[in-house]
């Protein structure tokens, strides 16, 4: 009698915790509780042919809805702007130097930068196969390229997060290279800086 009870106490646990089980549905609504993000990046790039990553960093502006700004500002000062219609680039004296019109690959990585920062696991989908894993609090999620275009360009994607904030992205590509974006000191659902505001207009 014991034993039959202690295995259904075991399955009703169980059963309990697949329901309150933590799914890319979930992690969207979580990440897309924040309206605006800001904070400091870290990137390095690892290549090939070189012994060391080649190193960036500055700060950036998620705005939900309207783009990133993505400020550059070590070892030389760029301004960038993605939106869901392409980059826009700006130099250090604020002459802008390139623009959109990006190809088909190029619109659909800019695209999954977007969702990749803007918490859409639906756009994600369906490109990618998701996995994700962990709590609410801590999560890491991995994305397996199920398109033609993304299977040319990735092996894969990690992205780990705290709560509603995403700590780091990890750009796996094809070819054997990779990026890996580190983000800090951030604040969520903080007023934006007239010039950051303007330049996501």
Known sequence: MKTKLFFSTLLLTAAAAAAQAFSPADLQAQLQKNQTVQGQFEQSRFIRSLNRPMQTSGTFVLQRQKGLLWQVQKPLEIKLRVRGDGIAQWDAKNRRWHGNGAGHAQAAQVKLFMALLGGDTAALNKQFDLRL???????????????????????????????????????????????????????????????????LE
């Open 133 to 199: 894993s962990g709590s609410p609090q801590n999560w890491s999620l991995k994305l397996q390229p199920k398109t033609a275009v993304m299977k040319q360009v990735f092996e894969g994607i990690d992205v780990a997060g705290n709560g509603a904030l995403i700590q780091k992205v990890e750009l796996r590509e094809k070819q054997g290279e990779r990026t890996v974006m580190r983000f800090l000191a951030q604040q969520a659902n903080r007023p934006l800086a007239a010039d950051a505001r303007a330049a």
